[in-house]
């Protein structure tokens, strides 16, 4: 014989909802239907609360006649089979009620794992996403690694290549300086030789003695004064090779050549957005202001698409409002960039956290912005805030990153 089955009070709730309304419709009616008068206590109530299922299952319990009249009048589409079978009790009604009650609890369970199972399915995808994002990140990261082996392979090619040159300019050097120096000792002896002649022929003179025609002193040199202006001038091209070599080691010592010292001098690069992002959306704005970045922006370009019905003046002050709000939330290194230093109010000084920068006469805000980039350290990142293409193009070649205006416009 098999033990009782107990029933929770819940697996009753549409048989004793059912036996409630149909006593407060019997009493509405004046209908000659005696019920249990614990059920008053939920007349009118739209739904039983759970508490309450315990106390009127014992009543209708206790009263057998009330059970069985409104068993006649229990319908599917109003009772459950559990309370179908609670209120009508044919023979064997309790083991169809466990029989019943473990097919349900069977699909529970069912549910609740196939439910655990598209939550282990999601981790499995997500988990496979960011495998790939990080396998991705791998190989970027070594492709730029093999990138930059090349580069310095290249630069030590040619710092080797610029030490060879630089040897055999040295070795030139020390070959020019020993011809000047014994040309320069030539052009001394025949000086000297010059001047002997010329002493010589000054005391012949003195004593009166007339030498024949063609017919040299016998102890005068002869000086060949052509001799000598091409020594001097040899020695004059020589002094002008040295010096021009002296200056070519000089620059050869210092710098390696001019297409390995591009490769040499460190390139900005941008910084990375978040998986997901994307670059054009209020979600980078709001990343790349948080940054350590110098964000630089180009003022009119945004206060324009921002506030086109305003007048020039609140344009400015509403944009520079927002920038130091931000600024004072986030720590933001802001510039803003407008034309035309002889605005009227241009030069008004009342932002201490955003720095403010009017383009000089004749020179346009874009300019300014180009300048800016490259004078800012490589190392630093740079974030410029603008809709101009060329602006976007040529920063972009600098290794910035950009930013549309109406992403910042979001952010703000």
Same mark, same amino acid.
């Given at each position: 014989?098999?033990?009782?089955?107990?029933?929770?009070?819940r697996?009753?709730?549409s048989a004793?909802?059912?036996?409630?309304?149909?006593?407060e419709e019997?009493?509405?009616?004046?209908?000659?239907?005696?019920?249990?008068?614990?059920?008053r206590?939920?007349?009118?109530?739209?739904r039983i609360?759970?508490?309450?299922?315990g106390?009127?299952?014992?009543?209708?319990?206790?009263d057998?006649?009330f059970?069985?009249? =409104?068993?006649?009048?229990?319908?599917p589409?109003?009772? *459950?089979?559990?309370?179908?079978l609670?209120?009508?009790?044919?023979t064997?009604?309790?083991?169809?009620i466990?029989?019943?009650?473990?097919?349900?609890?069977?699909?529970v369970?069912?549910?609740?794992?196939?439910?655990?199972?598209?939550r282990a399915?999601?981790?499995?995808?997500?988990a496979?996403?960011?495998?790939?994002?990080?396998?991705?990140t791998?190989?970027?990261?070594?492709?730029?690694l093999?990138?930059?082996?090349e &580069?310095?392979?290249?630069?030590?090619?040619?710092?080797?290549?610029s030490?060879?040159?630089?040897g055999?300019?040295?070795?030139?050097?020390i070959?020019?300086?020993? &011809?000047?120096r014994?040309a320069r000792?030539r052009?001394?002896a025949?000086?000297?030789?010059?001047?002997?002649?010329?002493?010589a022929?000054g /005391?012949?003179?003195?004593?009166?003695?007339?030498?024949?025609?063609?017919?040299?002193?016998?102890e005068?040199?002869? /000086?060949?004064?052509a001799?000598?202006? *091409? =020594?001097?001038e040899?020695?004059?091209?020589l002094?002008?090779?040295?010096d021009?070599?002296?200056?070519?080691?000089?620059?050869?010592g210092?710098?390696?050549?001019?297409?390995s010292?591009?490769?040499?001098?460190?390139q900005?690069?941008?910084?990375?957005?978040?998986?997901? /992002?994307?670059a054009?959306?209020?979600?980078?704005? &709001?990343?790349l202001?948080?940054?350590?970045?110098?964000?630089?922006?180009?003022g009119?370009?945004?206060?324009?698409?921002?506030?086109?019905?305003?007048r020039?003046?609140?344009?400015?002050?509403r944009?520079?409002?927002?920038? &130091?709000n931000?600024?004072r939330?986030h720590?933001? *290194?802001?510039?803003?960039i407008?034309?035309?230093s002889?605005?009227?109010?241009a030069?008004?000084?009342?932002?201490?956290m955003?720095?403010?920068?009017?383009?000089?006469?004749?020179?346009?805000?874009?300019?300014? =912005?180009?300048?800016?980039?490259?004078?800012?350290p490589?190392?630093?990142?740079v974030?410029?805030?603008?809709?101009?293409a060329?602006?976007?193009a040529?920063?972009?070649?600098?290794?910035?990153?950009?930013?549309?205006?109406?992403?910042?416009l979001?952010?703000?």
């Amino acid at each position: 014989m098999s033990e009782p089955i107990e029933i929770e009070h819940r697996d009753l709730r549409s048989a004793i909802e059912f036996a409630v309304a149909l006593a407060e419709e019997a009493n509405r009616g004046k209908r000659s239907l005696p019920y249990p008068k614990a059920l008053r206590s939920q007349f009118g109530v739209s739904r039983i609360p759970t508490g309450a299922l315990g106390r009127l299952r014992r009543a209708i319990e206790a009263d057998d006649t009330f059970r069985r009249t =409104i068993a006649v009048g229990a319908v599917p589409e109003l009772v *459950d089979p559990v309370g179908m079978l609670w209120l009508q009790r044919p023979t064997g009604w309790e083991g169809e009620i466990r029989t019943l009650l473990e097919a349900r609890a069977a699909e529970v369970a069912n549910a609740d794992l196939r439910a655990e199972l598209k939550r282990a399915e999601k981790r499995r995808a997500a988990a496979e996403q960011l495998a790939v994002r990080t396998q991705a990140t791998i190989v970027e990261q070594s492709a730029s690694l093999d990138a930059l082996r090349e &580069e310095l392979d290249l630069v030590r090619a040619d710092l080797a290549k610029s030490d060879d040159a630089v040897g055999e300019l040295r070795a030139e050097l020390i070959d020019v300086r020993n &011809e000047a120096r014994h040309a320069r000792d030539r052009e001394a002896a025949l000086r000297v030789r010059l001047e002997a002649a010329n002493t010589a022929a000054g /005391v012949g003179d003195a004593v009166g003695e007339s030498p024949a025609p063609d017919t040299p002193h016998p102890e005068v040199p002869t /000086v060949d004064l052509a001799e000598l202006g *091409d =020594i001097a001038e040899a020695a004059r091209l020589l002094g002008d090779r040295v010096d021009a070599l002296v200056a070519t080691l000089a620059t050869a010592g210092t710098t390696p050549s001019s297409e390995s010292s591009d490769r040499v001098v460190h390139q900005r690069r941008p910084l990375r957005l978040p998986g997901g /992002v994307i670059a054009t959306s209020r979600a980078a704005a &709001e990343f790349l202001l948080k940054s350590d970045a110098a964000v630089l922006v180009d003022g009119y370009n945004v206060a324009k698409l921002g506030w086109p019905a305003e007048r020039l003046g609140e344009q400015r002050r509403r944009l520079l409002d927002g920038l &130091e709000n931000t600024a004072r939330r986030h720590g933001t *290194d802001v510039t803003v960039i407008f034309d035309g230093s002889t605005v009227v109010g241009a030069h008004a000084d009342r932002f201490r956290m955003v720095r403010v920068a009017y383009s000089p006469e004749g020179v346009t805000a874009d300019d300014v =912005i180009r300048d800016e980039v490259r004078r800012l350290p490589a190392a630093r990142a740079v974030v410029v805030v603008t809709n101009d293409a060329e602006i976007i193009a040529d920063v972009r070649q600098l290794g910035a990153n950009t930013l549309p205006s109406n992403a910042l416009l979001a952010a703000l």
